[in-house]
């Protein structure tokens, strides 16, 4: 069974990529709330906060970028609900094809609709004003960290595409993970923050991520961030891959 | 050998025990209908044949492979239709019967789509996204998608509830052509005169139990003798509504 893996997979994920070509509109409602967050900031708020020589706009991006991912997996947790209880993942697993090429055909075109989503929220900010002095090595690991961290949170979609019982069941998980990044670094420095808040602003994933991103951006040498973000997004990648797994399995018994 | 053999199987959710020991034999090439009011337990059963649910006792075998140890082998052998028409919106119909030929690894995947579509009468709607689809349209598209690959064994779960008569009709009319062929058909239904329509044996379950199994010959002469009435035939409501409706297509 497992020898048709690859092609069975390239087949689901093709037809599961139909949903991203088809409705763009799925894209358009991912980036419209991150865009929206920047607009807001950089022309509203963004003028009262002190970032030193940074522009506002180069220095959100990193967290908007967050913001976009854990808005877009929000799509991939529906995208796969709306097969299990429609009975298409039913008659998938009947079938004699390698059966985790279902899921995996879903977290294929997670990363395909985010790695979109993401190319046109960095357009608008450079629109905006963005600029950077990345070369071509900190542009790419830019991306392989925003993966890398796109991957962990898919598989952390797909346990509520798995388990939920209605579609906003299946969408709601994402809202902590779009909020996350507000309470970071990633929006205004933390050392103005409250004690209490600053200690979990400054120990929460969404900071070392965006501190690293940040760095990269601007053409500076990362610091130790940026083992804490690649540690974070493994993390929560192998443990959200196991329960997800888990699960899947169980829904075959 | 029979294309179906079940003995003793028995499931249960939590507390409640849906199937108590479950015995049936289906004979290769016929069509079988398990009938049974809403929560019997047919779809556990479909489920169970098909390798989605595992069972907790029994022997179960589908095309002569066990389906607990030999799950690969009995996909090969089956498909099914589910209770509700397994579509996707987005996608046309013709994409369907292609991606399913594409799952089966078969050659020549859009001729086998074309012809499938032709023989289903949904060759003008092949190009439609399936969100534009009837019910009766999608149910045939369902079917239609469990023929890729000629399986030996066609599991259809109520593939008429929810449809207008037409739908049904319809539907009728496929099941038929696949025993002609034939397929081994199990349908699950909980509709009477379906089972009367279709099926060369019915059997009936309740409580978890089968509790008649027979032709349906068989089944009328569990009742007393006929007796002779002489009743003034109207016709039903739904000889009208086809007459009227039907003459139309």
Sequence with gaps: MTTHWFADTAVLTGRSLRHITRSLDTILTTVITPIAIMVMFVYVFGGAIDTGSVSYVDYMLPGVLLITIASGISYTAVRLFADMTGGLFERFQSMPIARSGVLWAHVLTSLVANVLSLVVVVLVALLMGFRSDAGVAAWLAVAGILLLFTLALTWLAVIPGLTAKSVDGASAFAYPLIFLPFVSSAFAPTDTMPAAVRAFAEHQPATSIVNTIRDLFAGQPVGGDVWVALAWCAGLLVVAFGLAVLIYRRKLA | ?249
């Design chain 2, 1 to 249: 050998m029979p294309a179906i053999q079940v003995h003793g199987l028995r499931k249960a959710f939590a507390e409640l025990d849906v199937l108590r020991g479950v015995d049936l034999e289906v004979a290769r090439g016929s069509v079988f209908a398990l009938l049974g009011s809403n929560g019997a337990g047919k779809t556990t059963i479909v489920k169970i044949l098909s390798t989605l649910l595992k069972a907790d006792e029994g022997a179960v075998r589908v095309n002569g492979f066990d389906v607990a140890a030999q799950a690969a082998d009995v996909r090969k052998s089956i498909s099914l239709t589910g209770q509700f028409a397994a579509v996707d919106e987005i996608l046309t119909g013709r994409e369907h019967l292609v991606l399913m030929a594409r799952l089966r690894h078969l050659r020549e995947p859009g001729r086998i789509a074309d012809e499938l579509l032709e023989r289903f009468g949904l060759t003008r709607a092949g190009a439609r996204r399936v969100a534009t689809y009837s019910g009766g349209m999608r149910r045939r598209l369902d079917i239609a998608m469990s023929l890729i690959g000629d399986p030996p064994i066609i599991f259809l779960d109520e593939p008429t509830t929810g449809l207008d008569p037409q739908g049904r009709l319809e539907v009728w009319q496929a099941v038929k052509a696949l025993a002609e062929r034939g397929t081994t058909v199990l349908l699950t239904t909980q509709y009477l005169d379906e089972a009367e329509q279709l099926a060369d044996r019915i059997a009936i379950l309740h409580d978890g139990r089968i509790v008649v199994n027979g032709t349906l010959a068989e089944l009328r002469q569990l009742l007393p003798p006929a007796e002779v009435e002489y009743v003034e035939k109207q016709p039903t409501l739904e000889d009208v509504f086809l007459a009227i409706v039907g003459a139309a297509r």
